[in-house]
């Protein structure tokens, strides 16, 4: 079984603080990708990378960055965190292209920003 | 990217009934269709997928319909279970790489 497993489950902040989220895959997956997930606007694109050092541009990168130094980890970074990146965060790996193959997802971490 | 409309946004049926969720997308390109299901406080999960190469897909109680001429999807569930109750998104590809997801559906089934 593939496992995505994220280092928090809740996690706490004040404005203007640096946050690391990570994300760990076991299973040799090329690809991994960040969303955010917020009622009603279901699950929304930040960054995604389809190699070691490789990113690209989701829909919503403002005030993210990311980190894949390895194939099987890959942190998202609020280099300073607002209120407005309150949310659920959701990790995910796929074995090829994910838009062409099953995306597995970690638990989320649920971000509170104050 | 890809623009991806889900409908309706909740859904209410009696367990027994049939729901149905439907989806358009703006790219014909476009070839690889999921549906993942989201339980509360739980991951989504991939349930079912379908490929721009057959027009229907089952697995038990769930299958996908696809409509390429007309850019739409759907994902069609009988005999509703109570743990059928989660929120539903479909999604197609933005690039060969991710995905666009629908903004969901919010399927409650009653005993």
């Known amino acids: 079984d593939v496992k995505v497993t994220q280092s928090s489950r809740y996690l706490v902040k004040r404005t203007g603080e640096k946050v690391f989220l990570e994300c760990v895959q076991d299973?040799?997956?090329?690809?991994m990708f960040w969303y955010r997930q917020d009622p009603g606007l279901g699950l929304r694109l930040i960054y995604f990378s389809y190699d070691v050092k490789m990113k690209e541009k989701g829909d919503i990168p403002e005030g993210y960055s990311v980190s894949r130094e390895k194939k099987e980890r890959f942190s998202l970074i609020l280099e300073s965190a607002s209120t407005n990146q309150t949310s659920m965060y959701l990790c995910?790996?796929?074995?090829?292209?994910?838009?062409?193959?099953?995306?597995?997802f970690g638990p989320g971490t649920r971000l509170t920003v104050l | 990217g890809e623009n991806v409309e889900q409908h309706p946004s909740t859904l209410s049926v009696q367990e027994g009934d049939s729901a149905v969720i439907k989806c358009t997308y703006s790219d014909s390109a476009s070839n690889y269709f999921p549906w993942y299901k989201q339980e509360l406080g739980k991951r989504p999960q991939l349930i079912i997928d379908i490929r721009s190469n057959v027009g229907e897909k089952k697995d038990q109680r769930i299958a996908v319909t696809l409509n390429k001429t007309a850019k739409h999807f759907s994902l069609h569930i009988t005999e509703t279970q109570p743990e059928d109750s989660a929120v539903y998104f479909c999604a197609a590809p933005n690039s060969g790489y991710a995905l666009n997801f629908g903004k969901g559906t919010s399927l409650l089934v009653t005993p």
């Open positions: 995910a790996s796929s074995l090829i292209g994910g838009g062409t193959d099953t995306q597995y």
């Open positions: 299973m040799d997956h090329e690809n």
